[in-house]
């Protein structure tokens, strides 16, 4: 576990400060004082003296929370791109080499590179759910990212437990190794409704009940094959059946939310549940678009998720803007919905607030923990900027990200990623690459 | 003009070669001649030795033909991100502005804004329409990029033209000018029929038959406005008026091609005209979704546009590369349509061939013009790599690109753009864009 820089001070000056709060308070010329893990202050005109700072001079770059990615499996980032426009290729492809090669040693390397990605695109907390979890935590502890890892519990033979009974038993362990972590929250998560069942989800909801400090996500309205489980047995939506189990709570986030009706929304707002969209992977997928503005309206906390790298093959948010922007737009007919602010919102302090993480971060205000991204404005791509949320979610890339702190500890100066070893990370995810090419290989010439 | 390098030699060594050629030829370890302004042999194994050649060792990167942007408004650079959201922001901001501003010098600071951005970010050839058109032909000229300069004609008393003679007689003056030029092409660019009328559209389709070498690029099915005002005037499509006036041909590129009924398809067909789309321009503005599987299966050349910076923000062809994608699959509710690779062909050879350009670049084979352009793969977001085309399509963005030649010349080594003052170019713009917002601010409080 990292040993926190206990009073440390870093000053940024020169910023174009972002700050995210209720008022989207924001200083062209502003500054920002950290003290240790936490902002104790802020403002434009002159910064203070603080004798011994590590002055950041901003040279006018945006300075803004550290984004937060509502839904990912890091471990998958070694199946990015894998089988691309293969129709079957979850059957063909994923779930075999699923059971011949998740272990703890591919989730790790599969984690590292996510982190060292996410990293430099500018995310700083992440939810993730996937196999030996406790792997994840570890990769977060170590890559100083803020973390929600989600132990998967799934009765499809999933790789790392034959049944729920195992399953659990991995969430314990996942509870007792990160409870008390400052940075690493542990989770359970049930895969999804048709992947559960109402009994077992029932009995997840009574464990969480007991564990009111552990939040439970889930997939849910994915697809038409969980629509379909759900009418077929019980006559009802997945939303409703969930509901009945008893999981339908404000700490559980729900991943893709695409299937909904009008009485479903109605049902996740009742509930106070929380949403991650994924529009990149859904529109990649073919599946639908997230009714994303009757959510907001509903009320609902939405945040944005990039799901693993198999599916959306980028873990940054800054790939989710557009696609999330132009799909409200386009169902609206109008450029007016999700105005570029609000999709600022969505990945940092509405994200925050999915994870019910909004007291710790996602908006730059004194007594708030030090999670923030310094972005250049050096590209010719980015000007002229007439409005700083619509050159963040229109014309910002991840290259652009050159520092990431979280807690007040550096994850990346310079574009120089300091808590991971950027080669190692991506040999190791190769050399898991490899052994899925080969296996790939005798796949397509059994058939 | 630029002064070719005559028989300067150039040698791609180490290359993963994506020619685009027919067969989609790649080589994983490859290497490629360039001797003056033309390819002259490639291949993979060892490369040649030639004395005194300029050898560029790419240590495994992606070396491919550059990209086609086949529609671009490059003067409105300094339009970027001005009135995001707002949804009458063209009659509110964008007509009075351009009334005001639209002069010779502002669209060669927005046009050299755009060139840079486009040199950084892979595309080589641009079809550009805009007013006072020369000034972007000499832009170009001076960039080094290989263009389709289109001086624009519309009855809205847009800033260069009063009457279309006006605009016409500008149309001679680019063409005496550039005529004869390498690499920049004049063109005729009627706005959109309901902007020119059904008798002018016949005037241009009649100097277009006196013309041959001109290529014509129209807004064709933009919005319901257009089609209500065929309807209205015609009683029949957009697509009818346009056929009848003569314009259909195989020398029109139109851009955007929404409103589309599959009669219109089939009429676009029979004339084989030219097709850009721009996905995230009609994302953004909500106007809908191209039907380009139908186009393509249709026989008909699909080229990907980025409009003006003021419709879609960014002028590389990555930033389309996922809307394109998604908008197909998720039409047809599936992850297989429009594989990664067709992508990529539509935005390099099926975007010459749009231009008619096909003879010269768009793939990399002996004989053809040397735009090429280098993909480092050195971040960690492009790992691993089961196919490169899901990894250009998916993962790879503009800053990763980091050399761009055209015709032989170097526009770019290093990330180092070599025709262009960056600086200038910037801070030309950034003039400009400070007479916008305070024009914006008397608009605001004039209201």
Tied chains: 1, 2.
């Excluded at 969430?171 to 109402?198: C, K, Q």
């Excluded at 189990?245 to 009485?263: M, R, V, W």
Aim: aromatic share 6%; proline share 6%.
């Amino acid at each position: 576990m990292h040993d926190p820089q206990a009073r440390m001070t870093v000053l940024f000056t020169n910023a174009w400060l972002l700050t995210l709060d209720d008022a989207m308070t924001a200083h062209e010329r502003g500054w920002l004082q950290v003290d240790g893990a936490t902002i104790t202050a802020l403002g434009s005109g002159a910064p203070p003296v603080i004798p011994g700072a590590e002055i950041v001079d901003c040279d006018g770059d945006f300075v803004m929370p550290g984004m937060v990615n509502t839904h990912c499996h890091m471990g998958m980032s070694v199946f990015r791109g894998l089988g691309e426009d293969v129709d079957d290729r979850l059957y063909r492809y994923i779930l075999p080499l699923e059971r011949k090669f998740v272990s703890p040693e591919m989730v790790r390397a599969g984690s590292a590179l996510s982190a060292l990605e996410m990293i430099q695109g500018g995310v700083t907390t992440v939810a993730d759910m996937y196999y030996f979890e406790t792997e994840v935590g570890r990769v977060c502890d170590q890559a100083g990212l803020r973390a929600i890892v989600g132990q998967t519990l799934a009765d499809f033979d999933p790789p790392d437990h034959k049944t729920f009974d195992e399953g659990f038993s991995r969430v314990e362990d996942l509870v007792a190794e990160f409870g008390n972590h400052p940075l690493v929250t542990p989770s359970i998560a049930p895969h999804a409704p048709y992947s559960t069942g109402r009994e077992v989800m029932a009995r997840i909801a009574q464990w969480s009940a007991d564990h009111p400090a552990v939040p439970v996500q889930m997939h849910l309205a994915e697809s038409t094959l969980e629509v379909n489980w759900a009418q077929e047995n019980y006559g009802k939506s997945t939303v409703a059946v969930t509901a009945e189990s008893g999981l339908l709570k404000p700490n559980l986030i729900c991943a893709h939310c695409l299937q909904f009706d009008d009485a479903d929304i109605t049902m996740m707002s009742e509930h106070q549940v929380c949403v991650a969209t994924n529009p990149r992977s859904n529109g990649k997928a073919g599946r639908g678009i997230a009714p994303v503005e009757k959510l907001l309206n509903a009320g609902l906390p939405v945040g944005i998720g990039s799901d693993g790298a198999m599916s959306g093959n980028t873990l940054d948010l800054f790939s989710q803007f557009a696609p999330v922007s132009m799909f409200a737009k386009l169902i609206a007919g109008s450029r007016k919905p999700l105005p570029a602010a609000q999709v600022v919102r969505m990945a940092t302090i509405d994200g925050a607030r999915v994870l019910s993480l909004n007291l710790k971060t996602g908006s730059l205000e004194p007594g708030k923990q030090a999670d923030i991204i310094r972005i250049s404005l050096d590209a010719p791509r980015l000007h002229p900027i007439y409005d700083p949320y619509s050159t963040l979610v229109f014309a910002t890339m991840p290259s652009d990200v050159t520092h990431s702190m979280v807690a007040g500890r550096w994850l990346m100066r310079d574009r120089k990623v300091e808590t991971l070893d950027p080669k190692k990370a991506l040999r190791d995810a190769l050399q898991v690459a490899e052994s899925f090419k080969a296996e790939m290989r005798a796949i397509d010439q059994n058939r």
